[in-house]
């Protein structure tokens, strides 16, 4: 079936290090992703896509890689910070279906930062 | 950023009452959804629409309804509030063959 899930609802990391976060996807015609951040409060925020074409995405502190043969994603975030406490979820899509935009979300996971 | 808005924040009200929650974007957007999620957990599509006068459910079952009479507005209504609703309601929008979805700040519903 249709699902995208996180390996660990909480992930804990000194601020300073790098935070890697997972995410396992289970529809091989998934040909889009997503990562959000969502602070308490406020609505998902837009961090980083890849399409299926790549396998890596670099953007400005945070990289996603793309494992399509395990249908894994991960998002990496260097030198983490208090502001990056957060939950983050991913999410898929099919682009190539003739698109409804719909997403499917995962579980999401929460990074907290330790000072 | 996204120009996205939804009203109220939070809202309390009691059993039985009928509530409408507002969400309006000024990118020109032609689709729009509307997520439920429960703090801290996954997001469900309840709605969403493709235009104005499309409305479609979404994978999660619910006991609300919308309508999209213009491409900026997009409000979801509870005709009967009931304690089971209480949740936070999220809305999105997107344009185009679909791809990022940009969301407002959500309304917390809390029914008594």
């Known amino acids: 079936g249709e699902s995208v899930g996180l390996h660990l609802p909480t992930l804990s990391v000194q601020e300073g290090d790098n935070s890697i976060i997972n995410c396992a996807y289970s529809?091989?015609?998934?040909?889009?992703f997503i990562w959000y951040k969502q602070e308490s409060g406020k609505g998902p925020q837009f961090i980083i896509d890849?399409?299926?074409?790549?396998d890596k995405r670099q953007g400005q502190r945070v990289t996603v890689l793309l494992n399509k043969t395990v249908k894994h994603l991960s998002l990496q975030i260097a030198a983490t910070q208090p502001g990056d406490s957060a939950v983050y979820f991913c999410?898929?899509?099919?682009?190539?279906?003739?698109?409804?935009?719909?997403?499917?979300f995962g579980q999401g996971t929460t990074l907290q930062v330790k000072p | 950023e996204a120009d996205i808005y939804q009203t109220p924040r939070y809202l309390v009200i009691g059993t039985g009452k009928k509530i409408t929650l507002e969400c309006s974007q000024t990118?020109?957007?032609?689709?729009m959804y509307w997520y439920q999620q429960d703090p801290g957990m996954e997001l469900h599509l309840i709605h969403y629409?493709?235009?104005?006068?499309?409305?479609e459910k979404g994978d999660l079952s619910s006991e609300s309804t919308v309508s999209r009479i213009r491409t900026e507005h997009f409000p979801l209504t509870l005709e009967s509030a009931r304690p089971s609703h209480t949740s936070q309601y999220l809305c999105?929008?997107?344009?185009?063959?679909?791809?990022?979805?940009?969301f407002g700040a959500g309304t917390r519903l809390s029914v008594l």
């Open positions: 999105a929008s997107s344009e185009g063959r679909g791809g990022i979805q940009y």
């Open positions: 529809n091989s015609a998934s040909d889009y």
């Open positions: 890849i399409r299926s074409n790549m």
């Open positions: 999410a898929e899509n099919i682009l190539s279906s003739g698109n409804t935009g719909k997403l499917i």
């Open positions: 990118m020109g957007h032609d689709k």
């Open positions: 629409s493709y235009g104005v006068n499309s409305t």
